[in-house]
């Protein structure tokens, strides 16, 4: 098991940038696939991006390819979201999650560990 913390939300206006860092937990981080899902007010809660233990394979949700960059730091354990280009499109609650393997990381279901969530409003 590992415990996540989410910061780094706000509220920016469109075109603005925001970045989001998970810390975890646990000695185990650097084993763990982390992934980054969003859900906005009356919505499911959607895919953002996943990144390997080791930090070689990332993925991303395709409406953020090019503007959101996932990285992590296995020597902090904390699992970061950079996010320009903001769009008023992204705003809702983002979280962390953690899970074992990188295959089927785009699943909410294949994840384990959740945050609490953290805000990001993007105003146009």
């Known amino acids: 098991q590992v415990q996540l913390v989410e910061s780094g939300g706000g509220s920016v206006q469109a075109g603005g940038s925001l970045r989001l860092s998970c810390a975890a937990s646990g000695r185990t981080f650097s084993s763990y696939t982390m992934g980054w899902f969003r859900q906005a007010p009356g919505k499911e809660r959607e895919f953002v991006s996943a990144?390997?233990?080791?930090?070689?394979?990332?993925y991303y949700e395709d409406s953020v390819k090019g503007r959101f960059t996932i990285s992590r730091d296995n020597a902090k354990n904390t699992v970061y979201l950079q996010m320009n280009s903001l769009k008023p499109e992204d705003t809702a609650i983002y979280y962390c999650?953690?899970?074992?393997?990188?295959?089927?990381?785009?699943?909410?279901?294949?994840?384990?560990?959740w945050g609490q969530g953290t805000q990001v409003t993007v105003s146009s």
């Open positions: 990144i390997s233990w080791s930090g070689a394979q990332t």
């Open positions: 999650a953690a899970k074992r393997g990188f295959s089927g990381s785009y699943y909410r279901h294949e994840y384990e560990n």
